[in-house]
């Protein structure tokens, strides 16, 4: 395995800027435009940076009690979602630093939350339950007691939301609060992602697996030899391909043709400890990967899941998230020391 800890930014990656935010950075969100870069950190301080400069446009501090959970920017950039251990969400403006609306959902953690791809409402959890409110904090639905709490929510397209809890992931049509699927599976369900299609729902499972079922055939299948629980999984633009974490080494799935059942997936190769961040570019077979040894790694794969690094980095310490600007022009990383990180990216 290569050693790049004493490497600096190689490759397609050119210096940004370098911040920081106060505490532990959970999440790092680009407005639409690229102008604003969000940075939250666990003890729920916000910091608004320029996306091109680091300039601090404004910041908070303390905005949940006991910790931020959860954070979400609007497909438009102009408002902004958190939620923390204090039953709250909050709605931003992110230009004025200004919370908009305050919901609370009452004394269990909001754990996670999703804004729907037109912007007309978001998605939150809260202990065994979720909800969907519009855009100015009216909830709109709620669905019934899950049988745990609800561990990953992602819509799969404007009126249909997936929620994945113990043993199951369900799909609920929210105008007209119906239960349209249920997928089961004898394990905890610890992340979840689906394909742009809506088609391929997969999950990383307690058990160091990934489950994944289509839609389409209700045929289910599992990908096992993961070192650690798959808490990081992603899929490209397309749908092609499925990189998952769960060890040192990010694994890519390849859906092509009648995979990827029967195939052998990618080994990308190079971090020295497992991995804590996936993350596609807006547009074709590039991936951002981060991990736990605070490295940083750009691959350009083929659609079979094969590829190769571009370009490296290395923050001060555990790599929490990693983003693309909305273009695929710079990228952002945060990490557990509070650095907030960002690169150009070299045509």
Avoid at 180 to 206: I, N, R, T, Y
Wanted: hydrophobic letters at 35%; a negative charge; proline letters at 3%.
């Amino acid at each position: 395995m290569s050693d790049i800890r004493q490497t600096r930014n190689t490759g397609i990656l050119r210096d940004g800027w370098t911040g920081f935010v106060e505490d532990y950075a959970l999440s790092c969100n680009w407005s639409q435009d690229g102008n604003v870069l969000m940075a939250c950190d666990v003890m729920g301080g916000i910091k608004a940076f320029h996306g091109k400069s680091g300039e601090i446009f404004w910041e908070c501090s303390d905005t949940h009690d006991s910790g931020l959970l959860a954070t979400s920017m609007h497909p438009e950039g102009i408002l902004f979602a958190t939620s923390g251990q204090d039953g709250n969400i909050m709605i931003w403006s992110v230009e004025e630093g200004t919370p908009k609306t305050q919901i609370n959902l009452g004394s269990g953690w909001t754990e996670n939350l999703t804004w729907s791809e037109d912007g007309d409402c978001f998605a939150a959890t809260c202990s065994r339950h979720a909800y969907v409110f519009d855009k100015n904090g009216k909830e709109i639905w709620r669905s019934e007691t899950h049988p745990s709490t609800v561990t990953a929510i992602a819509w799969s397209d404007k009126n249909e939301l997936a929620t994945a809890s113990y043993g199951q992931v369900a799909f609920y049509d929210i105008e007209h609060s119906q239960l349209l699927q249920k997928f089961q599976w004898k394990g905890s369900l610890v992340s979840m992602v689906l394909s742009p299609d809506g088609d391929v729902v997969a999950c990383g499972s307690q058990d160091n697996s990934v489950h994944f079922w289509r839609r389409s055939t209700a045929e289910d299948s599992m990908m096992s030899g993961y070192a650690y629980k798959p808490t990081d999984l992603d899929f490209d633009y397309s749908g092609t391909l499925l990189a998952t974490g769960g060890s040192e080494v990010v694994t890519v799935w390849s859906f092509k043709g009648s995979g990827p059942e029967g195939t052998r997936p990618g080994q990308l190769e190079l971090h020295s400890k497992p991995i804590s961040s996936l993350c596609f570019a807006p547009k074709g077979y590039r991936l951002a990967s981060g991990a736990k040894d605070g490295t940083v790694i750009i691959w350009d794969l083929n659609s079979d899941g094969e590829g190769n690094p571009v370009g490296a980095a290395m923050i001060t310490d555990k790599v929490s998230n990693v983003a693309w600007r909305p273009d695929g022009r710079a990228l952002a990383a945060v990490g557990s020391k509070g650095q907030v990180t960002t690169w150009r990216i070299r045509n």
